[in-house]
């Protein structure tokens, strides 16, 4: 697991803050697949729920999906989308609670059976929180560990309720989460969690309430679990140690020596006297807590092993990891059977009834058969070896060539994913992407849309990247990431206002052809479009609450005071939002964003209600869309001198430096230069100080050339009388000057221009 930043995971820099980012995340397809891997599974039966089996999967894409299950088919019922990260691990907690975390270094807890809506979001962790663990019995008792070494113990119950709570909480060290052992976790079943729709009131952290601490951990943790009823908790992680703790006051009890490499999933039996650890030295360790030492060892796998399940009576455990392979192993008899294998590796396994599903690296879920409960009619079927208890002792076999045919070929049945993009290219025009995922599809996204504009299918990357070459320079307003398994784009002030393009050029109706058209302001406005209608919907209808009547720019600070939103006095001026920035409805893009309060959340535009404000919004994003104020940018001049060709008769036309908008075409330089030719009386400049004359007079000069009314672009009159040259390279007429600067110029110096005449063709 590599660590990357999060958005406004900022908590333990004393360096300035800087303006937090906005994101939002593309997706070509519907709501009802994952883009990514699936790092955990939880599986819901029908004796806690509505008579249908569930099936929850959390996933590297950073949501969970409810699937309700058939006995060959599976359907997407939910989709809970709040984290901003990789969700790494998902228990569930009583009857219908979902707890889930993330390497956004939150926990999150939904109720089962609902739409998806995050109920709370619980924040004590300092870095990325890689595993839960519940207890069967105790249901308000979860345990979570992550990278930072930190291990807390929660009253689920508490933390999601915390007046009912208040009196027996002990604060006495809120920042790290250390409490003493009056605050004991209690068995009491679950109070069902009302929904809210307030982002604020999501992912704010419950004051009052402080985990328990399981303090001693010096390094990363990957694994834990936890007895029924909750009275013991084991962990492990990077320091190759089976830590055990009482989780009722977060004190140790033992250390267990034994792996040699990182500890990365966990088992333990109902009572609590054996547990299994699976390690990256491809050891499987059972372990007699009584006792305090380990009692076997199982060398199954040929590589790290990454997950582990276990038959209810404690009897046999399923095993998979790296080396891409699934194993049956009989903990008494040391027999193991290899039942399938993988094109990926294996991350988490969750046995159902007599099947087992299998959650790996890809995208889709994979149901096998498993015999869960009764795992000897598989050995009945022979292909059985005896597991060493040495790790070389399977490498020595694989070398031997003996390595065991798998029991089962294919599953009983997939869910499938869609292909996480992997590579991508973000082209010059700076507003298409080209990607590729991992099927080795190749598609072209238009990123001011959020929509895939050509699939090309399985074509050569590089190739079509050459192919869609284009010299052409614009600025770099945006950044893209896909560690979500699909493309992300990111904003950040004031970079991503650097952009500009006329309106001709993105094919904008009912605007001057010259008007200058900021890229990442127009795409802002496209992407909370929704949330714009909804908020105007909001505003008018408390107005008419109070008795007053409002037109849309009417609707002040009347309706709300004491927000900075509200100061929206032109709401609907200038809000239309063109076609070339108009956001898919169907695939819906999600935004990952923070405000003043309450942490990053994630959403899409279209779920939401307009109620979000400073809380839930960067400040600068809102300037943009309710006020039209961009923040200083950025010099969007370029300076150049302009010359006539070297042995040219033709006069100079100016002396000094000169500057005008780097978007300025060549063909404008051009009518520049006609017309001064054409009117020598206005020559004269002698004193250098043309700069403001150029950039304004060449758009006066653009937007009243009859050309362009009569349909026809500058450079195709029939007998063009200019040339405009660099480096000796005649330019063409729609060159931007950037664009000469970027590819003909090439030097850090102010450009250079040469005109000359041509005669009549």
């Given at each position: 697991m590599h660590r990357v930043s999060s958005v406004g995971n900022n908590a333990n820099s004393n360096r300035p803050r800087k303006e937090k980012r906005l994101r939002y995340v593309l997706s070509d397809t519907d709501d009802t697949k994952h883009c990514a891997g699936i790092n955990c599974l939880a599986v819901l039966k029908s004796s806690f729920s509505d008579g249908c089996n569930y099936l929850f999967t959390g996933s590297r894409d950073g949501t969970l999906k409810r699937w309700a299950l058939d006995d060959d088919a599976a359907t997407c019922s939910a989709t809970f989308e709040s984290h901003?990260?990789?969700?790494?691990?998902?228990?569930?907690?009583?009857?219908?609670?979902?707890?889930?975390?993330?390497?956004?270094?939150?926990?999150?807890?939904?109720?089962?059976?609902?739409?998806?809506?995050?109920t709370s979001t619980l924040r004590q962790h300092s870095d990325y929180v890689t595993c839960l663990a519940a207890a069967e019995k105790n249901t308000n008792v979860v345990a979570s560990g992550g990278l930072g070494g930190?291990?807390?113990?929660?009253?689920?119950?508490?933390?999601?309720?915390?007046?009912?709570?208040?009196?027996?909480?002990?604060?006495?060290?809120?920042?790290?989460?250390?409490?003493?052992?009056?605050?004991?976790?209690?068995?009491?079943?679950?109070?069902?969690?009302?929904?809210?729709?307030?982002?604020?009131?999501?992912?704010?952290?419950?004051?009052?309430?402080?985990?328990?601490?399981?303090?001693?951990?010096?390094?990363?943790v990957y694994a834990l679990a936890i007895n029924d009823s909750g009275s013991l908790l084991v962990s492990g992680g990077t320091e190759k140690v089976v830590r055990v703790w009482d989780p009722r006051t977060g004190l140790k009890t033992m250390k267990l020596r034994g792996h040699t490499d990182n500890i990365r999933a966990l088992l333990m039996d109902s009572t609590g006297r054996y547990c299994l650890s699976g390690s990256s030295d491809s050891m499987i360790?059972?372990?007699?807590?009584?006792?305090?030492?380990?009692?076997?060892?199982?060398?199954?796998?040929?590589d790290s092993v990454w997950a582990l399940a276990s038959t209810p009576?404690?009897?046999?455990?399923?095993?998979?990891?790296?080396?891409?392979?699934?194993?049956?192993?009989?903990?008494?008899?040391?027999?193991?059977?290899?039942?399938?294998?993988?094109?990926?590796?294996?991350?988490?396994?969750?046995?159902?009834?007599?099947?087992?599903?299998?959650?790996?690296?890809?995208?889709?879920?994979?149901?096998?058969?498993?015999?869960?409960?009764?795992?000897?009619?598989?050995?009945?079927?022979?292909?059985s070896f005896l597991a060493g208890n040495l790790s070389f002792s399977r490498a020595r076999v694989s070398l031997e060539g003996s390595t065991p045919a798998p029991v089962y070929k294919e599953p009983i049945f997939t869910i499938p994913g869609t292909p996480a993009i992997v590579h991508y290219e973000i082209l010059n025009n700076r507003r298409h992407v080209l990607t590729k995922d991992t099927a080795g599809s190749v598609k072209l996204w238009e990123i001011t849309k959020g929509v895939v504009i050509e699939d090309y299918g399985q074509v050569s990357f590089d190739e079509k990247k050459e192919q869609l070459f284009e010299m052409v320079s614009i600025p770099a307003w945006f950044t893209v990431d896909t560690r979500l398994g699909s493309l992300?784009?990111?904003?950040?002030?004031?970079?991503?206002?650097?952009?500009?393009?006329?309106?001709?050029?993105?094919?904008?109706?009912?605007?001057?052809?010259?008007d200058k058209v900021n890229l990442a302001r127009e795409t802002l406005k496209g992407l909370l479009a929704h949330w714009m209608t909804k908020r105007r919907q909001r505003l008018g209808s408390q107005a008419s609450v109070n008795g007053d009547v409002l037109s849309g720019k009417d609707i002040t600070t009347k309706s709300l005071t004491h927000s900075r939103i509200e100061v929206d006095v032109n709401a609907e001026n200038d809000s239309m939002v063109y076609p070339s920035f108009e956001f898919s409805t169907v695939s819906p893009p999600s935004i990952i964003t923070e405000g003043s309060q309450g942490g990053p959340w994630r959403k899409k535009i279209t779920e939401l209600d307009g109620t979000e404000d400073e809380k839930d919004f960067p400040g600068w994003v809102l300037d943009c869309v309710l006020s039209n104020k961009l923040p200083p940018r950025e010099n969007t001049k370029c300076s150049f001198y302009l010359y006539p060709c070297e042995g040219s008769a033709v006069q100079i036309l100016t002396q000094g430096k000169l500057s005008a908008p780097r978007i300025l075409r060549i063909h404008k330089v051009v009518n520049y230069v006609v017309e001064k030719l054409d009117k020598p009386s206005d020559n004269a400049n002698t004193d250098g100080t043309f700069s403001p004359g150029l950039g304004g007079r060449l758009q006066h000069l653009a937007v009243g050339d009859g050309s362009f009314r009569s349909g026809l672009k500058?450079?195709?009159?029939?007998?063009?009388?200019?040339?405009?040259?660099?480096?000796?390279?005649?330019?063409?007429?729609?060159?931007?000057?950037?664009?000469?600067?970027?590819?003909?110029?090439?030097?850090?110096?102010?450009?250079?221009?040469?005109?000359?005449?041509?005669?009549?063709?």
């Open positions: 901003v990260d990789w969700v790494n691990d998902t228990v569930i907690a009583g009857d219908n609670t979902l707890v889930s975390c993330s390497s956004d270094t939150t926990l999150k807890t939904w109720n089962c059976l609902s739409d998806g809506t995050c930190e291990v807390f113990v929660w009253d689920i119950e508490a933390a999601v309720t915390p007046l009912s709570k208040s009196s027996d909480v002990l604060e006495d060290n809120c920042s790290n989460g250390i409490n003493g052992s009056a605050n004991s976790l209690s068995i009491s079943s679950l109070r069902t969690i009302s929904s809210s729709n307030s982002i604020a009131a999501q992912t704010a952290q419950c004051h009052g309430y402080v985990p328990i601490c399981a303090k001693g951990h010096k390094e990363s360790r059972l372990w007699d807590l009584g006792q305090q030492r380990c009692v076997h060892s199982y060398a199954v796998h040929m009576t404690f009897s046999h455990v399923y095993s998979g990891g790296r080396d891409l392979s699934l194993y049956l192993t009989d903990l008494t008899t040391r027999e193991s059977l290899l039942l399938c294998t993988k094109e990926h590796p294996i991350l988490q396994l969750a046995l159902h009834g007599d099947s087992i599903w299998v959650a790996t690296t890809d995208s889709s879920v994979h149901r096998w058969p498993a015999e869960g409960k009764n795992p000897q009619k598989v050995f009945q079927r022979g292909g992300s784009v990111h904003l950040d002030t004031p970079q991503c206002f650097s952009a500009e393009m006329y309106s001709a050029d993105l094919n904008i109706t009912g605007k001057p052809e010259d500058p450079w195709q009159k029939p007998r063009p009388s200019v040339e405009i040259l660099c480096n000796n390279q005649v330019l063409s007429p729609d060159m931007s000057l950037a664009t000469v600067r970027a590819y003909v110029w090439k030097k850090p110096e102010d450009l250079v221009l040469n005109y000359r005449v041509i005669q009549g063709r």
